[in-house]
């Protein structure tokens, strides 16, 4: 059966992901707590792992009920910061780490995904199996972490997602609130590196262009994609479902 299987959020955009078991749907249509704090330079550019590998090299959590971000360096230094409180000067210590003066900014709206017209990204558990099993290095977590997806659904094939952009496409529905897939998600250079050290994988997008060619599902619109490295899909929450939650285990169901 079709079920929600993993919730993900990004605390603070470009760091490490946080597992929740429940999450509600913001008024600007994302998920509580998704990029809810950003790094911004003096030119007003977001830092993130488009712009630096160095974001691999932190280890962090962060815990929404105290606000209390924890970090790790290579070299086992730990700090810890009240985002509430200490914002500024959490923001101190990552421009000393990164070499350039940062300002940490909170948005409890909508976060600073990169869509932000738009709502959470959407995977399913086989589409990241099968996108390991091209990669004798890759993990299926190891996936996971490289890609960055909000919602996981298991319970579907590789791919599912897919079918949900394009003209006509259908929407689904998880505990009640409804998922319209607006866009395939283009990959950039990130998922290229391992999360944990940053080092590329050689030939990574040119064997994973190929392999997902050959694996397009027939039930997908091809004239939706722009091109093959492409996965996962980024989805809109009509205004109607906002600020409803989302549960793991909610069953989903597709309306055709």
């Not at 790094?39 to 959590?61: A, I, P, Q, W, Y």
């Not at 730990?78 to 940490?104: H, K, P, Q, T």
């Not at 298991?154 to 529905?173: K, L, M, N, Y």
């Not at 050290?197 to 190929?210: A, H, K």
């Amino acid at each position: 059966m079709a079920r929600l299987e993993r919730l993900r959020v990004y605390p603070v955009k470009g760091l490490d992901g946080i597992d929740l078991e429940e999450v509600s749907v913001l008024e600007g249509g994302t998920l509580e707590y998704d990029r809810e704090f950003a790094l911004f330079d003096s030119d007003g550019d977001v830092l993130n792992g488009k712009r630096t590998d160095r974001v691999h090299d932190l280890r962090t959590s962060f815990d929404p009920a105290s606000d209390e971000l924890a970090i790790e360096t290579p070299e086992n230094r730990s700090r810890r910061f009240d985002l509430a409180n200490e914002r500024e000067a959490c923001a101190r210590w990552l421009s000393d780490f990164f070499g350039v003066e940062l300002e940490l900014r909170r948005d409890r709206s909508t976060g600073y995904v990169d869509r932000r017209e738009m709502g959470p990204s959407v995977v399913s558990t086989a589409t990241l199996e099968t996108i390991a099993s091209w990669f004798d290095e890759l993990t299926v977590d190891g996936v996971r972490r490289r890609l960055r997806t909000n919602v996981e659904v298991s319970g579907v094939p590789a791919f599912w997602e897919d079918r949900f952009v394009g003209e006509h496409a259908p929407t689904f529905e998880v505990g009640g609130v409804t998922f319209e897939g607006v866009t395939p998600c283009g990959r950039c250079v990130v998922p290229q590196r391992d999360p944990d050290t940053g080092e590329p994988l050689p030939e990574f997008r040119r064997r994973f262009v190929r392999k997902r060619e050959a694996t397009f599902p027939e039930w997908a619109d091809s004239a939706a994609f722009d091109h093959f490295y492409t996965v996962t899909i980024i989805a809109r929450i009509p205004a109607a479902d906002r600020g409803r939650r989302l549960r793991i285990g909610d069953p989903l169901s597709v309306n055709d």
